[in-house]
């Protein structure tokens, strides 16, 4: 079982960036999806959840009208879109899956500043 974050980089103020994690080694179509992160300093908050087929789609009030979660069950791949993105998001981003235990992947880093 994989999951492959990649996307993450420096962004100015305002700006937007695409987050993809590529999994393998389950049935990803049946398992709802997680985007955490982790800020230097602060515990681990869970971002953006989406369901099985993309019917039920929550995100934390800190990126609710600014982040997009969207899977693509044929390519096993989890996104999360960020738009009019803030100092305040710069954190490492994690993707994970609970199989009846968690599985994360490498992290990816997100920056921004300007």
């Known amino acids: 079982v994989q999951l492959v974050e990649s996307g993450g980089g420096l962004v100015q103020p305002g700006g937007s960036l695409r987050l993809s994690c590529a999994a393998s080694?389950?049935?990803?179509?049946?398992?709802?999806m997680n985007w955490h992160r982790q800020a230097p300093g602060k515990g681990c908050e869970l971002v953006a959840t989406i369901s099985r087929f993309g019917s039920i789609r929550d995100y934390a009030d800190s990126v609710k009208g600014r982040f997009t979660i969207s899977r693509d069950n044929a390519k096993n791949t989890v996104y999360l879109q960020m738009n009019s993105l803030k100092p305040e998001d710069t954190a490492v981003y994690y993707c994970?899956?609970?199989?009846?235990?968690?599985?994360w992947g490498q992290g990816t880093q997100v920056t921004v500043s300007s």
């Open positions: 994970n899956v609970r199989l009846g235990y968690d599985v």
């Open positions: 080694g389950f049935t990803f179509m049946t398992y709802a």
